[in-house]
């Protein structure tokens, strides 16, 4: 009789083992992950909306204009006028052994609304190896500290008026001295990148650390 119950014991835990194994199964599928898009809170970078820029096949920088240095172009309702190209060499306790580019420009609003643009989502520079490097924070912190008539993004471009001022910047190796500097004209949507004006600049176009911008 107790052999028989020991046998009838171990054919129920025989029988019980798969069904936990299946119930451990099914608790671990029903775990999901919530995303930023469906309300979770799990941390992510926002991306900025300058990962559009110049991929022709989305339809970014379709339409291109192209004009010389202090020289205005015209795209979507925008006047663009890039008055010249600024380097500037950062002190050595600034950490950085490269040069900092900043742009000495003219932006004019044919339209009834003020709007702003921002360096980042707005200009990149284009190498001559088509290398596309967009603008740093940390040049936009050293420029503000040290610049007369700068602006830090964002900046705005009033209604029926025209904005001139420097901006930027891009930290940039020592070496680099040309390169094309492309403006999306946005308005007042930050991701209508269809036109964009450029404009080349060559070694002796580039202001080497101008003494007329320092506060």
């Given at each position: ?24 199964k ?37 339409n ?22 600024i ?28 709007y ?26 050293y ?73």
């Open positions: 009789m107790r052999k028989l119950q020991l046998t009838a014991l171990l054919l129920c835990a025989a029988m019980a083992l798969p069904a936990a194994g299946c119930g451990n099914k608790s671990s599928s029903s775990k999901t992950t919530r995303s930023i898009s469906d309300g979770g809170d799990a941390p992510q970078a926002e991306e900025p909306s300058n990962v559009y820029q110049n991929k022709k096949d989305e339809g970014i920088g379709v291109e204009t192209v004009v010389d240095i202090k020289t205005e172009a015209d795209a979507n309702e925008t006047g663009f006028t890039l008055n010249r190209a380097k500037v060499t950062p002190e050595p306790e600034h950490g950085y052994d490269g040069n900092y580019i900043y742009l000495d420009v003219t932006i004019k609003n044919s339209t009834d609304t003020a702003d643009l921002s360096t980042l989502n707005n200009f990149y520079l284009i190498y001559p190896d088509g290398t596309e490097k967009y603008s740093d924070v940390q040049t936009e912190l420029a503000n500290s040290k610049f007369n008539n700068f602006s830090i993004s964002p900046y705005t471009v009033p209604a029926n008026g025209e904005l001139s001022c420097i901006i930027g910047g891009f930290a940039v190796d020592s070496s680099l001295n040309e390169f094309t500097v492309g403006f999306f004209p946005t308005r007042d949507n930050d991701r209508d990148k269809a036109d964009v004006i450029k404009v080349e600049v060559k070694p002796e176009m580039i202001d080497d650390n101008p003494a007329d911008i320092l506060k």
